[in-house]
């Protein structure tokens, strides 16, 4: 049986690097360019500031994957495609955009689609959907309630 790349390289001589540069120069030596992203393939992507922008934007989604969020909650990291052809990541956490992906996802692999977690238009973009929200109770209204502790809040929606 053959050993895998893994198990060849040996990483104990990291154990007593400490910088970043040491880190660098050790792989450097060993004739690995460890900022080549042409061989790797790597892309830098912009991730989005404001899912405004994206407000009846339409966007492609190219693929997506689930990440462990604070306290336990999921998050969903989409890379979209818009337009003009530019490349960005859209990241949620919430009630809206990741709970679509994840009901997309587990109805595609419950039905064994090819693509349980790539490919997805998102035609009129994202929908904004505003309200109240009290933090302590965890209640929501649409209109500004009476009292102290409410606070304005937002969720974004695919809109297909």
Do not use: C
């Not at 053959?2 to 104990?12: L, Q, Y």
């Not at 009846?56 to 818009?82: C, K, Q």
């Not at 929908?127 to 009292?147: D, N």
């Amino acid at each position: 049986m053959a050993k895998t790349d893994v198990e060849r390289f040996d990483s104990s001589a990291l154990d007593t690097i400490d910088s970043p540069d040491e880190i660098v120069r050790y792989f450097t030596d060993m004739g690995v360019d460890v900022a080549d992203n042409k061989v790797d393939g790597i892309k830098s992507l912009a991730i989005v500031e404001s899912k405004d922008s994206l407000v009846d934007v339409p966007f492609l989604i190219l693929t997506w994957r689930f990440n462990p969020g604070d306290y336990g909650n999921e998050f969903v990291s989409a890379e979209i495609m818009l337009k003009d052809k530019s490349r960005l990541v859209l990241n949620d956490g919430g009630t809206g955009i990741a709970k679509q992906l994840r009901d997309l996802s587990d109805y595609r692999t419950a039905h064994a689609h090819p693509t349980p977690f790539a490919g997805r238009m998102v035609s009129g973009g994202l929908r904004r959907s505003a309200f109240w929200f009290h933090e302590k109770s965890g209640q929501s209204a649409t209109k500004r309630p009476e009292g102290d502790g409410w606070a304005p809040a937002q969720t974004y929606y695919l809109d297909y």
